[in-house]
């Protein structure tokens, strides 16, 4: 199939700058963007023993949730339709529906059935009970969770922490990542790396127990620092100073960002960086978690 034929291992390319130079660090960008042209970044390691899953058990559809701008569903409509499995989305927003952006669109187009709920009903996403009622009014598909992040998301994950390494020759001192469910940073850690995980989201202290939760009895030697300074407002949410700043990253280093995920996380990078958070020799992993697709047309 030619989804699990990615290109792999995914470029590793050195950043440097003046800033980065007077800090004495050395910054590297995991261009996972460049994984698969319409499923791309954590959203391809996430799903990639999901969909094997599913087809081993001759699943014929599978039913996931998501937001508005989602990469998962984004991603999850274009595997399913290059594996010949229908989608199923479950779209926070009632009051979205026939409001459709480039996003949705998408999905619609790759097949995928959208169902616009409340946003008080979407809250029962993680409910055993709602999960069972709605996996019979829509037949039994296989379901997976909002973001992808499940144990066989963290899998797939950690597969780019064993690639990073051999690729440095070393363990990294940190692997960089936006959080939105914090999946990623569940899977790095349980790669066995350091993690620096930018919340994406307003009030993401919660992440902490989420990804404890999501490793369970998982033994991993990976540390977590989580960093919620740098959302700017919330999920999906912005302003011009980072909108100048994902402009400037791309003129500076030919790399496009977006601005619900990677450009926070590069934003908050940087101002660690300038503000001497880390020693002289620290070497730091960025991953580009991909995601171009919600990007703002500037």
């Not at 064993?162 to 790669?191: C, M, R, S, V």
């Not at 994406?200 to 999501?214: N, S, T």
């Not at 995920?261 to 020693?279: R, S, V």
Request: charged share 20%.
């Amino acid at each position: 199939m030619d989804l699990l034929s990615p290109s792999l291992p995914t470029p590793l390319q050195q950043l440097t700058n003046a800033e980065i130079e007077k800090a004495g660090v050395q910054l590297f960008i995991k261009r996972d963007d460049l994984i698969h042209p319409t499923v791309s970044g954590n959203k391809w390691r996430k799903l990639k023993y999901n969909l094997l899953e599913a087809q081993a058990r001759n699943e014929q559809a599978i039913l996931t949730f998501g937001g508005a701008y989602s990469n998962h569903l984004y991603a999850t409509a274009a595997a399913g339709n290059a594996s010949g499995l229908k989608t199923i989305g479950i779209v926070r927003g009632l009051e979205l529906e026939g409001k459709e952006n480039a996003t949705l669109q998408f999905c619609r187009e790759q097949g995928m059935q959208l169902h616009f709920v409340t946003r008080e009903e979407y809250r029962q996403r993680h409910s055993e009970e709602y999960l069972e009622h709605i996996a019979v009014h829509f037949g039994n598909p296989y379901l997976i969770p909002e973001g992808g992040t499940n144990e066989l998301a963290l899998k797939g994950v950690a597969e780019m922490v064993y690639e990073i390494k051999d690729q440095l020759g070393a363990t990294p001192d940190f692997i960089a990542t936006a959080a939105g469910t914090g999946g990623t940073a569940a899977g790095i850690l349980l790669g066995g790396a350091d993690v620096l995980a930018f919340s994406a989201l307003k009030g993401g202290d919660f992440l902490k127990e989420d990804i404890r939760q999501l490793l369970n009895d998982y033994q991993h030697p990976g540390n977590l620092t989580l960093l919620t300074d740098y959302h700017f407002g919330g999920y999906a949410k912005w302003d011009n100073e980072l909108l100048v700043f994902m402009q400037d990253f791309g003129a500076g280093f030919n790399i496009q960002l977006e601005q619900v995920y990677t450009a926070k996380m590069f934003y908050g990078l940087f101002d660690l960086i300038q503000k001497g958070y880390f020693k002289a020799e620290t070497t730091i992993v960025a991953v580009h978690t991909g995601g171009l697709q919600g990007l703002i047309k500037m």
